[in-house]
């Protein structure tokens, strides 16, 4: 008994120590791991997006059950390879793989949060993987503007998955997302043509919302294209991680760096 119980916690720790690689390490086949995930996460959000197109075809639920299957079975992945239960609950990606997890799991009865599905495009933004790709084709300096970017967008499709399952969810075919997005970009650009609204307060509130943070994310993505290109790095001394990519003391307190640069 006692050396089934070892041979048991030996597998385990194993495939942690496998899954770790392939989540955090640099070589090729981690890479190249990493790079197969997110090709089968742009799959899904392209699902996600045609989803209205496409849910009344007969195969929907089968690849909305499929997605469902894979995204636990990768939840599962993240738990094993975490340092603890508890250090993985914490990460928010966690929650809103839960909350996706189930729309597709219940997709007549939660409906209306399949919005959040589009977050994992933000986790997609924020891994990893996306400043290694930058770097190794020479355009690392962009990853701030192609970050905010992908949080427009983020925001941009979840404003229209709002506003497309609370108005113009039974609308036939594609008419009503396409009407969604048509308010979204009319009301972050505060172009505001009026031929569609929305109605009642929750609509008005809904435009105010949109407005607001729509703005703002426009404003931060402007900033990442025209501000001055920086790295992110650590002072040893004072601790400011953002600096001048040629800069050789920290501006903050003059603490000499030590940059790593490719010399690209």
């Given at each position: 008994?006692?050396?089934?119980?070892?041979d048991?916690?030996?597998?385990?720790?194993?495939?942690r120590?496998?899954?770790?690689?392939?989540?955090?390490?640099?070589?090729?086949?981690?890479?190249a791991f990493?790079?197969?995930f997110?090709?089968?996460?742009?799959?899904?959000?392209a699902?996600?997006?045609?989803?209205?197109?496409l849910r009344?075809?007969?195969?929907?639920?089968?690849?909305?059950?499929?997605?469902a299957?894979?995204?636990?079975?990768?939840?599962?992945?993240?738990?094993?390879?975490a340092?603890s239960?508890?250090?993985?609950?914490?990460?928010?990606?966690?929650?809103?793989?839960?909350?996706?997890?189930?729309?597709?799991?219940?997709p007549?009865l939660?409906?209306?949060?399949a919005?959040?599905r589009?977050m994992?495009l933000w986790?997609?933004?924020?891994?990893?993987?996306l400043?290694d790709?930058?770097?190794?084709a020479?355009y690392?300096?962009l990853?701030?503007?192609?970050?905010?970017?992908?949080?427009?967008?983020?925001f941009l499709?979840?404003a229209?998955?709002?506003v497309?399952t609370?108005?113009?969810y039974n609308?036939?075919g594609?008419?009503?997302?396409?009407?969604?997005l048509?308010?979204?970009?009319?009301?972050?650009t505060?172009?505001?043509?009026?031929?569609?609204?929305?109605?009642?307060?929750?609509?008005?509130?809904?435009?105010?919302?949109?407005?607001i943070?729509g703005?703002?994310?426009?404003?931060?993505?402007?900033?990442a294209?025209?501000?001055?290109?920086?790295?992110?790095?650590?002072?040893?001394?004072?601790?400011?991680q953002?600096?001048?990519a040629?800069?050789v003391h920290?501006?903050?307190?003059?603490?000499?760096?030590?940059?790593?640069d490719?010399?690209?």
């Amino acid at each position: 008994m006692e050396t089934l119980e070892s041979d048991n916690g030996s597998r385990q720790n194993s495939l942690r120590q496998v899954l770790r690689k392939l989540d955090r390490a640099d070589g090729k086949q981690a890479v190249a791991f990493r790079v197969v995930f997110a090709a089968i996460d742009v799959a899904i959000l392209a699902f996600f997006l045609l989803g209205p197109y496409l849910r009344s075809g007969p195969s929907y639920l089968i690849i909305d059950y499929a997605i469902a299957v894979w995204i636990a079975a990768e939840m599962v992945g993240r738990a094993i390879a975490a340092y603890s239960v508890r250090e993985w609950i914490r990460r928010p990606m966690t929650w809103i793989d839960f909350v996706v997890l189930a729309t597709l799991l219940l997709p007549d009865l939660l409906f209306n949060f399949a919005f959040l599905r589009i977050m994992r495009l933000w986790a997609i933004g924020r891994s990893p993987l996306l400043r290694d790709l930058l770097r190794k084709a020479g355009y690392s300096y962009l990853l701030d503007v192609v970050r905010a970017v992908i949080n427009f967008l983020v925001f941009l499709f979840m404003a229209t998955g709002f506003v497309y399952t609370s108005f113009f969810y039974n609308r036939e075919g594609g008419e009503g997302f396409v009407d969604a997005l048509y308010f979204t970009v009319a009301t972050v650009t505060t172009t505001g043509f009026g031929d569609i609204t929305l109605p009642g307060t929750l609509g008005k509130l809904t435009s105010v919302v949109t407005m607001i943070v729509g703005i703002s994310l426009f404003v931060r993505l402007a900033q990442a294209v025209v501000r001055p290109h920086k790295v992110t790095y650590s002072c040893h001394r004072c601790g400011l991680q953002r600096h001048d990519a040629d800069a050789v003391h920290c501006k903050a307190c003059g603490e000499v760096l030590n940059i790593p640069d490719e010399g690209l």
